[in-house]
């Protein structure tokens, strides 16, 4: 151990379509380091899978990685994406990078961290963006970003629930309030058929609007149906299953939606994405029977996942005392921090170079 923490850092870009069979499985043995100490109890995808994924191209966002080596071993990596230039509402997203980066156990506190985030800065400038925004959930990623003066804006309560621990018969009884509304019922279990989908997506842009994301500085969020497309190629190549429920109301108009996936990768996990209610549909149980619906339905058809994973601001107490009562507990908490390029620009000239960099 001693000898590998004198070892020299070397930053490399990472392209996934040009990469040696050596070196995909020196990442893999990172990746897997690094989720084992991020992420223990969450399952990690096969290398295969993991390959097959990152060679896919966004239609919407483009995306840089890179690798940081010592002695030729991959000890850690990170990744920015930002949209397509020529894109639908590309000019809302221009300021905006994202980025994602990690260090595995054992290899911290060398300055590979910080070696990485320089790139991720070059590409901020190279591109003109001016906000970046990233996340952590352990004290050390909150110390790091917090000494390289990134502010928190978003703070995410990350819930599980596990099927064998609901209570059905409430479940039903939200579920069957919907009627008493005069809501109408509109599901779809598995798929959506594409015309439906990108009719819905306005809707689903507008309820997003109520949808509290802190003060983070973002592009307006829109539903697009490219989005959709990519995520049911993977289903269909995978075997996968999207679920959504709609409620209606008299007029026809949407009061409220809740969809969730399913992946045949990881077949004891659903996830929870969108619940959104109406606001004038607020505070009279359709957000309940939603959920309850939601729930019903993708423990029907995926009998054998044990638990669903969701996540709300912790601003969004309405929500989450949803969640409570539905009977999803609080497993862990992530905050979205985002720092301008010129405060980045100050903190890397303050910042001198690891003198081991390779």
């Not at 930053?11 to 020196?26: K, M, N, Q, V, Y």
């Not at 596990?162 to 309030?177: G, I, P």
């Amino acid at each position: 151990m001693g000898k590998a923490m004198n070892l020299p850092i070397e930053i490399r870009p990472f392209d996934p379509h040009a990469t040696s069979p050596e070196l995909w499985a020196s990442f893999h043995a990172s990746r897997r380091a690094i989720a084992a100490d991020l992420w223990p109890d969450n399952p990690v995808l096969s290398d295969e899978e993991t390959e097959i994924e990152l060679k896919r191209v966004d239609p919407l966002n483009d995306v840089r990685r890179w690798i940081a080596l010592a002695g030729g071993d991959v000890i850690g990596s990170a990744r920015a994406f930002f949209r397509r230039h020529g894109t639908p509402n590309a000019d809302e997203h221009a300021p905006y990078l994202y980025c994602w980066g990690a260090v595995q156990p054992g290899s911290r506190l060398r300055g590979a961290g910080s070696l990485l985030l320089r790139e991720v800065h070059g590409l901020m400038t190279s591109l003109g963006k001016t906000m970046l925004t990233t996340s952590a959930h352990t004290e050390p990623g909150h110390a790091f970003l917090t000494h390289a003066g990134a502010v928190a804006k978003l703070k995410t309560v990350a819930s599980r629930a596990m099927f064998s621990q609901l209570d059905w018969d409430q479940l039903r009884l939200w579920e069957d309030a919907a009627s008493g509304l005069g809501l109408v019922w509109e599901c779809f279990a598995g798929r959506v058929p594409r015309e439906r989908l990108a009719a819905f997506c306005p809707a689903f842009t507008d309820l997003f609007t109520g949808v509290p994301l802190g003060e983070l500085d973002v592009a307006p969020v829109r539903f697009e149906i490219e989005g959709y497309d990519q995520w049911y190629q993977t289903l269909d190549r995978v075997g996968g299953a999207h679920h959504l429920v709609v409620l209606r109301a008299p007029d026809g108009a949407v009061a409220g939606i809740s969809e969730a996936g399913w992946d045949s990768r990881t077949p004891g996990f659903v996830e929870q994405q969108l619940t959104a209610v109406a606001r004038s549909w607020r505070a009279r149980g359709v957000a309940k029977a939603l959920k309850a619906r939601l729930i019903r339905q993708v423990h029907d058809s995926h009998p054998e996942a044990e638990l669903m994973r969701t996540g709300n601001a912790d601003s969004n107490k309405p929500m989450l005392s949803i969640n409570a009562r539905v009977g999803f507990k609080v497993h862990r908490c992530f905050v979205d921090y985002q720092i301008t390029r010129a405060a980045l620009d100050a903190w890397l000239a303050a910042t001198p170079l690891p003198g081991f960099r390779g």
